[in-house]
Antibody
Framework: QVQLVESGGGLVKPGGSLRLSCAASGFTFSDYYMSWIRQAPGKGLEWISY????????YYPDSVKGRFTISRDNAKNSLYLQMNSLRAEDTALYYC?????????????WGQGTLVTVSS | IQLTQSPSSLSASVGDRVTITCRASQDISSYLAWYQQKPGKAPKLLIY???TLQSGVPSRYSGSGSGTDFTLTISSLQPEDFATYYCQQLNSYLLTFGGGTKVEIK
């Protein structure tokens, strides 16, 4: 079965960096576009990055552009999110998601999330 | 593209018909999805392309609309349906979600 398992979250000081990982299994990872979506405590969902199958196309919203970098290693079935210059407002649960076959930007599988806390 | 969901919360009883609306700030054709999220769990895809039910989702769920106005309807609310529901626009690669609608037990 499809599994997405995030790791790498934790407590970091403002201005610090963190790298999240997502281990994918149960499907051919190299056939799917992937995204990261986050959810601040008690808040709604915010899409924060998207990567194509090859890794050549990446999208970000303005809130993280220039600070976050999405990448993937198809040989390792893994998705990554490098987060730099972290701010308190980046505190959230970060989900790894798979774009399904039913159309662009529809997320049919989600991991359970990894919590990032930015605090001094 | 901004998505505005209403109401932000509602109370309903088992067996009730529930309707949630999602309004887009510009025309997004039928490029809309709905997700359900239960406390402590990841969101689950319910509907895509505004009205297409994801495999395995009960038929009491339905979606409608196009352009800027969309609805998610639960025809007969079941105990397992108490959750928060989010719409998501798929029209632009700058993806956005609605603010969510929490469905609570009356």
């Amino acid at each position: 079965q499809v599994q997405l398992v995030e790791s790498g979250g934790g407590l970091v000081k403002p201005g610090g960096s963190l790298r999240l990982s997502c281990a994918a299994s149960g499907f051919t990872f190299s056939d799917y576009y992937m995204s990261w979506i986050r959810q601040a405590p008690g808040k709604g969902l915010e899409w924060i990055s998207y990567i194509s199958i090859s890794g050549n196309t990446k999208y970000y919203p303005d809130s993280v552009k220039g600070r976050f970098t999405i990448s993937r290693d198809n040989a390792k079935n893994s998705l990554y999110l490098q987060m730099n210059s972290l701010r308190a407002e980046d505190t959230a649960l970060y989900y790894c998601t798979r774009e399904g076959r039913m159309g662009d930007y529809v997320f049919d599988y989600w991991g359970q999330g990894t919590l990032v806390t930015v605090s001094s | 593209i901004q998505l505005t969901q209403s109401p932000s919360s509602l109370s309903a009883s088992v067996g009730d018909r529930v309707t949630i609306t999602c309004r887009a700030s510009q025309d997004i054709s039928s490029y809309l999805a709905w997700y359900q999220q239960k406390p402590g769990k990841a969101p689950k895809l319910l509907i895509y392309a505004a009205s297409t039910l994801q495999s395995g989702v009960p038929s009491r769920y339905s979606g409608s609309g196009s352009g800027t106005d969309f609805t998610l309807t639960i025809s007969s609310l079941q105990p397992e349906d108490f959750a928060t529901y989010y719409c998501q626009q798929l029209n632009s690669y700058l993806l956005t979600f609605g603010g969510g609608t929490k469905v609570e037990i009356k």
